[in-house]
């Protein structure tokens, strides 16, 4: 079945004339992951902007409540790809609103361990609820097998660009 063509087959057919010697095959590839991203955030950001969150907050969150203890800043700053000055920053912010708390190491007193607070846990339940039929209600339109080929293939595109996961 042929496709419909689309914006990145445009961008590329564009590059062609301007460029005709350059190989811009990538773009079929990276060019969709970038856009479909972006189209997911923004069709997506409104799940959790209920419950008064951005993306970063709701990553942070997301990574606290999927944790089984309190975790360290630094710990958090791996689980949500974010610099050590953005996690501080949102730990702050969200420590002010009541949904984490900080508290001293018991073994290191210079460290502290980020944890939610119940009103934190109530918040990020309801936007990961909400978030998740948001995300059913966009796949909707791909049938299971279509949706599986791509849990493979985006599942080996990370491995490409990661390296093994964190059990391999």
Request: charged share 30%.
């Amino acid at each position: 079945m042929k496709r419909t063509p689309d914006l990145i087959d445009t961008a590329r057919s564009q590059w062609r004339e301007v460029h005709p010697g350059l190989d811009t095959s990538s773009i079929d590839v990276v060019g969709r992951v970038l856009r479909a991203s972006a189209v997911l955030r923004q069709r997506l950001d409104a799940a959790f902007a209920e419950e008064g969150l951005n993306r970063a907050e709701f990553d942070l969150l997301c990574a606290l409540r999927r944790s089984d203890a309190p975790v360290t800043p630094g710990r958090l700053n791996g689980l949500t790809v974010s610099s050590g000055a953005a996690t501080t920053k949102r730990i702050q912010q969200l420590a002010e609103r009541g949904l984490l708390e900080r508290a001293v190491d018991a073994r290191d007193r210079r460290s502290a361990r980020i944890a939610l607070t119940e009103r934190g846990r109530e918040v990020i339940d309801r936007a990961f609820r909400r978030n998740l039929e948001a995300e059913r209600q966009l796949l909707s339109g791909l049938d299971p097998s279509r949706r599986q080929e791509l849990v493979t293939g985006l599942a080996d595109l990370l491995a490409a660009l990661e390296g093994p996961g964190p059990l391999g």
